[in-house]
């Protein structure tokens, strides 16, 4: 996991390098400075000489300037070392993520990943500044601290040898009962993410069904979890604090105890009042890195948890990549689907399509109808390898889809699915997610073929109108036809309208199909429909039930050989009368 996590260091190892580099020196000045006061105290003030105040005090004040300068050289070091790891680490997150296909991503939630870019990563970041910083300092501290110590006064020194396992053994015991608390706060953490991310995207439904009530009692449940989880490792955390406070007075207390007694018994020839104080100031610095200690602990236990969630997202592989040498050009729209089954969970008890045996030619104009769940979204999205096939072959210009560069695939496949959206910018800025450099004119032209243009030169802005995020200022209609503008503009060999034509008016809908048939017939058009008038006019419609493919042939043949489409064009015609 560690090394996994260190790779995202980078272009900031020399920072990392300096930061414990400098946090060493300061130390050493540290603790330098009690020795050179011990025999300020002796040699000047006991022995009532003022020079050697004089030159011991010149010592000091350099001792703690240069202290002071490597402190701030390492607290800055240590700033650009881990803000830069935590830039990194985001960004190959966020690339990973880039990476998935969409069955790595049903595995993890949006508000899971979300948590894991932001806080989670937080946590990270504020652990590897610890540990370059204060983990390097308070073992330092501890170490040089005792030694010198010991040099002055090994009899009190056994002190220290005495209260640090016991301080060792109550750490251990807050750790291991905090860390599997934190592990169960972040998965909290994600359901309360994603209650309000579907708070906030369904906001008019919640609005129109006046339910902000029940909404609140849901958000407030998950939140008093996150906070009665948080509440019980801090209470446990708590217990840190005492126990180190505790210590540092037992110790000064037993070293002023055993030390007067040795200065009275000796007449300071064994133990000097200089290396009392400086006993003193040791026993501090030596408890307050084990209290600094004790929170770097704290913390990485509390970012371990993170770093585990992280991990995951940076080891997950992503289940569709390019061969060693894919095919980069596609030849043609045709499409053959040739004994294909299909499940989500790779599970031949659980598969959403069957045995489908398909063959589509290039420039064919295909229908698919069918119930909710028969399978239709799951058929069209193994075109473009949104998924891979469970068993059989798909084919795409003669070739199996798992032989294309992944990109040049898609960019021969334009979708607009169920769920597509638009993003916040211009409305020029959505069409040219199909094409980056597209011009005005082409701009123009698809959204015209698209039967958006009529709306959008209505608009004060026209073209450069501004879309909220989401497309939540223009109606469900508008923002289909946006949709479709962005396909057309890729300029495909295959289209696939996955019901985006539902919000529109049957006559706009005949608009947008007859600029089909008109501008683009070469193009392979997949059209997913519940209006039976949507594909009527198709070269061949199929006909979708329990993932299988029920029936194929024109609507007249249809009509008469296929009971499933007869019963819904009856229904629809009825409806319509």
Not at 102 to 120: A, C, M, P, Y
Not at 153 to 158: G, R
Not at 182 to 206: C, H, P, Q, S, W
Not at 283 to 309: F, G, N, P, Y
């Amino acid at each position: 996991m560690i090394k996994k996590l260190m790779k995202s260091i980078r272009e900031y190892k020399t920072a990392t390098i300096l930061t414990p580099v400098f946090v060493a020196l300061e130390v050493v000045l540290e603790v330098a400075i009690p020795l050179i006061m011990a025999n300020l105290i002796d040699d000047g003030i006991y022995g009532g000489d003022m020079n050697v105040v004089y030159k011991i005090g010149l010592e000091l004040i350099l001792c703690a300037v240069l202290s002071l300068i490597f402190g701030a050289l390492s607290g800055r070091y240590a700033a650009k070392a881990s803000s830069g790891f935590a830039r990194n680490l985001r960004k190959d997150l966020y690339y990973k993520v880039q990476d998935y296909s969409f069955s790595n991503i049903d595995k993890f939630s949006t508000s899971s990943l979300v948590t894991r870019l932001t806080t989670d990563v937080t946590n990270v970041q504020m652990a590897f500044q610890m540990i370059i910083r204060v983990a390097v300092r308070a073992p330092l501290m501890i170490a040089i601290s005792l030694f010198f110590s010991i040099s002055i006064s090994a009899k009190l020194s056994l002190i220290f040898l005495v209260l640090i396992p016991i301080l060792g053994i109550g750490l251990y015991l807050i750790i291991r009962n905090v860390h599997p608390i934190m592990k169960r706060v972040f998965r909290t953490y994600d359901n309360l993410n994603n209650v309000v991310e579907e708070n906030v995207a369904g906001i008019r439904v919640v609005k129109s069904f006046v339910i902000e009530e029940k909404e609140k009692k849901k958000f407030e449940k998950v939140s008093n979890s996150v906070y009665q989880d948080f509440s019980k490792a801090e209470k446990i955390l708590a217990l840190n604090n005492p126990l180190m406070q505790f210590s540092i007075y037992v110790c000064i207390l037993a070293i002023s105890w055993f030390g007067a007694q040795i200065i009275v018994n000796t007449g300071m020839t064994e133990f000097t009042t200089g290396e009392l104080m400086t006993m003193f100031t040791y026993t501090i610095q030596i408890l307050s890195s084990l209290m600094m200690l004790s929170m770097i602990l704290v913390m990485i236990t509390i970012s371990k948890s993170s770093a585990e969630r992280i991990v995951e997202v940076l080891e997950e592989t992503p289940d569709i990549q390019n061969k060693k040498e894919p095919i980069t050009e596609v030849k043609d729209g045709s499409v053959e689907f040739k004994d294909v089954s299909f499940s989500y969970v790779n599970d031949k008890d659980k598969e959403c399509l069957k045995d489908i045996n398909l063959k589509i030619n290039s420039g064919e104009t295909i229908g698919i109808i069918g119930s909710t769940g028969s399978g239709k979204s799951s058929l069209v999205n193994l075109i473009p390898r949104l998924y891979d096939v469970t068993e059989g072959e798909l084919l795409v210009g003669g070739k199996n889809v798992k032989e294309y560069d992944i990109e040049s695939l898609r960019n021969e496949v334009a979708c607009v699915l169920q769920k597509n959206v638009l993003f916040s910018g211009t409305i020029k800025d959505n069409i040219r997610w199909g094409k980056e450099n597209a011009t005005d004119e082409e701009i123009e032209r698809v959204c015209k073929l698209a039967q958006a243009d009529e709306f959008i030169t209505g608009f004060p802005d026209g073209y450069d109108t501004h879309i909220e995020e989401g497309g939540t200022n223009v109606s469900g209609g508008q923002k289909q036809r946006l949709c479709i503008a962005r396909a057309l503009i890729k300029h495909p060999k295959i289209l696939i309208l996955d019901d985006s034509t539902s919000a529109v008016d049957t006559k706009t809908d005949s608009l947008i199909r007859k600029a089909f048939r008109e501008e683009i017939p070469d193009v392979t058009k997949i059209i997913i429909a519940q209006r039976i008038s949507s594909v009527e006019d198709c070269d061949k419609i199929i006909v979708m039930e329990e993932g299988k493919i029920n029936g194929v042939g024109t609507h007249e043949e249809l009509l008469k050989s296929n009971s499933i489409y007869r019963e819904v064009y009856e229904s629809q015609v009825k409806g319509s009368e």
